[in-house]
Each structure stands twice: as C-alpha cells, then as structure tokens.
C-alpha cells in the first residue's frame, strides 16, 4: 500500500447523472493496510430526502466530516423549518472542510442532489480541502477513482433512466474495484429519483 | 599480405577480416563460455563498482525516497502429511495498490518432481528455480539417481547466500519427493533454509496458518488435506488485500506431483458462506 494516508483503508465512491435521476454508489470494505476488518462499512450518507454525500479517505475522518456534516445540516432545518437542497449542502460542506485549510481532513467528497419539483439533478466533486466540481455526469473518489473513472466514461450515456443508470454504475464500480486490492468486499448503490429511493446491494468478488 | 602477416599488422580488408573470423570460429569456447555456478556474475551484470551489496541497500531501504518495495503480498503454502505434500498459492500481483495481475503462476514446476512456490520478486523467483533445474538434470546425468530435495533446496540457498545483501526478493518452498520420503524446505533471500511440516510464505500467510494449524492432521486423507489447503487459501484471499483471484493446487507423490485444480476462490467464498463457514 505505501504510506499514503489516503489509502491506509481504502474505499471508493461512484455518482452518475441519468434523465431526472442520479446513481451514487461506495464499496464496503473496512481495512488497516493489507488486512480487511470489516465488510459493512458504505461511505454514503443522507442529508436530506434526495441529498446523499458519500466520503472516501482516512476512516476515521470519514466518520468524523459525515457526522459534524449532519449536525450543521440538523441546525438548519431546525432554524429554517426547511429541507436541504443540495446547493446548500455543497456549500456547508466546503465552509466545513476549508476551516481545517492548514490541517485538513483526510477525506474526498462526492455530494449528490435531485430536486423532486423540476427533476434538477446535481453531482459535485469536492476534495479535502473543500474545492468543489461544476455540476458535471460522473463523479469518482478513492483509492480505484481511475479504474473507475474509464469504466464509467465508456458506460456513460447521457439522458440514461433510472434502470439503464444503475446498470452502468454497478458495473463501472465492480469491475474498476477488481483492480484494486484497497478496494470492493462488496458495494451498494442508491438510486435516486424523484418519487423514490431505491438501495441495492451488490453482489461483488470478496476477495 | 604476407609481409603484413610477419610483421603482425591487422588490415581492415574483406581478405584479412575472413582469416580472422576463422580463428574465433575455432575458439568460439573463449567467447561464449558455459555458464555455471563460478562464472555465473559474468551473465549477470553487476554493478561496476565495489562492495554492491552496500550501496545496493539503498534502493531496498528509503534513501532520498528512493525505494523499491518488493511486497512480498502474496498466499503460498505447503505441508506434509501421510499421502505426501500438498501445495496451494494465490494468483494476485500486486504493485503498490494497482493489482497487475490475477493470473500469476506461482508454482514453478521445476521438473516431474521437484515443485517450487514464488514469493517476493517474481523475476528473482523464476529465474533462479530455473537456474535450479539446470544443476537437477546435470546431477541426474553425472550420478543416475534424482537428486534429494534436501540437496536441491540446499543448492537454490547457496546460490542465493552469494547475493545476500543485494536486494534479492525471495520466500519459495522446495517441495519434492525423494527416497527419504516426502521432502519440504522453506529457503529465502537472506539465507535461510529449514524443513519442517507445514509452512507458509506471504503477507497472507497469517490467516492461511490459522487456518493450517487448526485443521492439520498428519493421518489426513488427500480429500482432506487438498480441503484444508484451499480453505486456508481462499480465507486468506478474503482477509488479505494482497492476495486473491484463483487459488491453485498441486499435490506432490511418490510418483511425481499432480495438478489438482485451478479455480476462482470467490466462487468457494460464496460456496462457504452458505455452509455457514465463512461470514462476511
């Protein structure tokens, strides 16, 4: 592994944008180094019925920003009796991981958002000190992110539905997560559309 | 030309060029000699400086950030039981993260029956097993019996004792069976060669022995121990980021080894985990 702090656990997420939905997608491994501790570790988080955010990096930082996330996101749907909408959940995230500029965080961002009203879907990149993406198609953070990336660039089409989306995530995810060893145990996809959420399990290699 | 020829003067013309390639012709032996284990450093390059060994560590160990990280992130194992010796590997290469392959033969088959398992650098493996194999046949020849595994693990460990210190990357298991019965050595890059039961070599082997030392019986059948093997391989492909893809198996006899299989070890994760065996 080396001693890149990034890839001391290991651990990737995928977002892809189809018509009026969005795919985001994680791996489950929990590992120290070469040794794997657990399979059920997933790196996506909600905040708000159709905002997701999934961290990839150090995992203890992953634990850490998601939490401290949901509390500044839980103070301002208490103050603003209001849900999240995933602009504000960008930039409460990038305020959050700037504060830390000189002593950052060790954890990549993927943040993800559908408006239900209009179908508005947004993917955003952010890295760890909180630059964060234009709203773009495809999305890839953590140690296999390149794997994956090629993979999900050729599966890629634009306007994809829900069905043809989480075709093309799961298997960009499991095939890009085969060529790294930090990586896979196992992955779970959020499909996201505007009248439902729908969370499959994928069936990966364990080794 | 025959007053150069007295006076030893060496022209460049096509006459004088084919008299001289005659002569090499007849002592080709001078210029292509046997390679054997005194003038082996003539094939291989070595640095042309002295005391190699010395700024040699410095690639192995971090010196203005260089270093070569041979990872030694691999499955082998190897034990004896009543039937003969069972050997079973991984098949995952492994740079840094980036798995290079899942497709390794980590079983060198020296000869019909001497086996030999890589691990470390998989140049440095493969190159000097071969090198073995050479000096197997040559002591076959001169002596008309097979040569003692004892004796061939003892062969590969001095050869490999003259590079100690260079940044040699090897843990191989010479697995055989001679006349004493069935034979295992582990040797590996500093020098070290012993003989016990049961051995494994490799970032995963702490899961494969955990494995190994609850299951071993001496008096196992081959079903049995062909059994323990792959579990033991396909537990430590689970656990170990370094090791996985396909588990191979060969089982060594009185009358040669044999290739047992050769499958994909997510196939029996499953498999296990529906016998309630394994859990993840």
Not at chain 2, 218 to 235: N, P
Request: aromatic share 10%.
């Amino acid at each position: 592994m080396g001693d890149d702090i990034l890839s001391y656990n290991g651990g990737v997420a995928l977002a892809m944008k189809g018509k009026e939905c969005i795919a985001i997608a994680c791996d489950k491994r929990y590992g120290v180094q070469n040794r794997t501790i657990a399979t059920n570790f997933t790196k996506i988080f909600q905040y708000s019925d159709h905002c997701f955010v999934a961290f990839c990096g150090l995992a203890t930082d992953v634990q850490t920003v998601s939490e401290r996330l949901k509390f500044r996101t839980n103070l301002y749907e208490l103050r603003e009796q209001r849900k999240l909408k995933p602009n504000v959940l960008y930039n409460m995230l990038t305020n959050l991981l700037y504060e830390r500029r000189f002593g950052p965080y060790f954890v990549f961002a993927l943040v993800v958002g559908l408006d239900p009203k209009t179908g508005e879907t947004f993917v955003y990149d952010s890295d760890n000190i909180g630059a964060i993406s234009d709203n773009v198609n495809l999305v890839t953070v953590g140690t296999a992110s390149e794997y994956i990336f090629g993979l999900g660039e050729l599966f890629f089409k634009p306007n994809m539905n829900a069905d043809e989306l989480f075709e093309a995530t799961s298997q960009a995810l499991l095939n890009g997560v085969d060529r790294d060893s930090a990586s896979g145990w196992g992955a779970v996809v959020y499909v996201i559309e505007k009248d439902k959420i729908t969370v499959r399990e994928l069936k990966g290699r364990q080794d | 030309m025959a007053l150069a020829n007295v006076l030893g003067f060496k022209s460049n013309n096509e006459f004088d060029r084919s008299l001289q390639c005659q002569k090499t012709d007849n002592n080709i032996d001078e210029f292509c000699p046997t390679l054997n284990i005194e003038n082996i450093a003539q094939f291989i390059t070595l640095p042309p400086y002295a005391d190699p060994a010395k700024y040699l560590k410095m690639v192995n160990e971090k010196v203005d950030r260089v270093k070569i990280q041979f990872l030694k992130g691999t499955t082998t194992l190897a034990f004896k039981f009543r039937n003969g010796v069972i050997v079973a590997v991984d098949s995952r290469a492994t740079a840094g993260g980036f798995i290079a392959s899942g497709e390794v033969k980590k079983v060198i088959e020296i000869n019909p029956y001497l086996l030999g398992t890589m691990a470390g650098g998989a140049a440095d493996c493969a190159f000097w097993e071969r090198v073995l194999a050479r000096h197997c046949r040559i002591y076959e020849l001169r002596n008309k019996e097979k040569i003692s595994v004892a004796a061939a693990s003892k062969i590969l460990a001095n050869m490999i004792f003259e590079y100690r210190g260079m940044g040699l990357s090897m843990g191989t298991m010479i697995v055989g069976w001679d006349k004493r019965g069935p034979g295992l050595y582990m040797v590996s890059d500093d020098g070290e060669r012993i003989s016990d039961n049961i051995f494994s070599v490799g970032s995963g082997s702490i899961y494969a022995y955990s494995i190994l030392d609850a299951g071993y019986k001496y008096e196992m059948s081959t079903v049995d121990a062909i059994d323990l093997a792959r579990r033991a391989i396909v537990h430590a492909a689970h656990r170990d980021a370094a090791s996985g893809n396909i588990v191979r198996i060969y089982h060594m006899k009185e009358t040669g080894w044999e290739k047992i299989e050769e499958k994909d070890t997510n196939d029996y994760m499953y498999q296990y985990r529906d016998e309630k065996t394994m859990n993840f």
